[in-house]
């Protein structure tokens, strides 16, 4: 019996590990990373792609809140860049990678986008619970990649 709850153990664990990339984590469908270096969003794009994953994209009221619930548990006060901007049409948020998809699921925070002083990337902010705003795509902030696992 010990034994068989031991290997159980060991089975759940091991697959636990082997679901997403070392630093992942793993919210409802997709392997998230929650970067604690602060870069600006060209660099927190890189930084994705380097890591086989891109800028994370919200596509869901579900998705919003699994992660918008991690970062109220784990996310340190801190803001986060997610994977949109309006930088193709001022005005128009789209999903960055691949291919410019419109923002359809919004959590905008009150009075935002409000593009104060050129702002073109998207962000999730903690004084905000976490709800979105536009930022200058210069600011160096935390960032949210995404893979699928
Ligand atoms: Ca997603
Ligand atoms: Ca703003």
Redesign the pocket.
């Known amino acids: 019996m010990f034994a068989v709850l031991l290997f159980s153990l060991v089975v759940f664990t091991a697959g636990a590990a082997a679901s997403c990339p070392r630093r992942f984590v793993k919210l409802g469908r997709s392997c998230y990373l929650f970067a604690s270096t602060t870069v600006d969003f060209a660099g927190a794009n890189s930084f994705c792609q380097f890591s086989g994953s891109r800028l994370v994209i919200i596509s869901s009221r579900h998705e919003d809140h699994l992660i918008r619930g991690y970062l109220l548990r784990h996310g340190k006060g801190a803001t986060y860049y997610i994977g949109g901007t309006d930088l193709r049409e001022e005005g128009t948020f789209t999903w960055e990678v691949p291919h410019w998809k419109t923002v359809g699921h919004k959590a905008w925070d009150h009075g ?5 002083g050129r ?1 073109r990337c998207m962000s999730m902010r903690a004084s905000f619970h976490y709800r979105w ?3 200058p795509c210069s600011k160096r902030l935390r960032f949210i990649c995404e893979r699928a696992h």
């Open positions: 935002e986008p409000n593009n104060k702002e705003n536009d930022v």
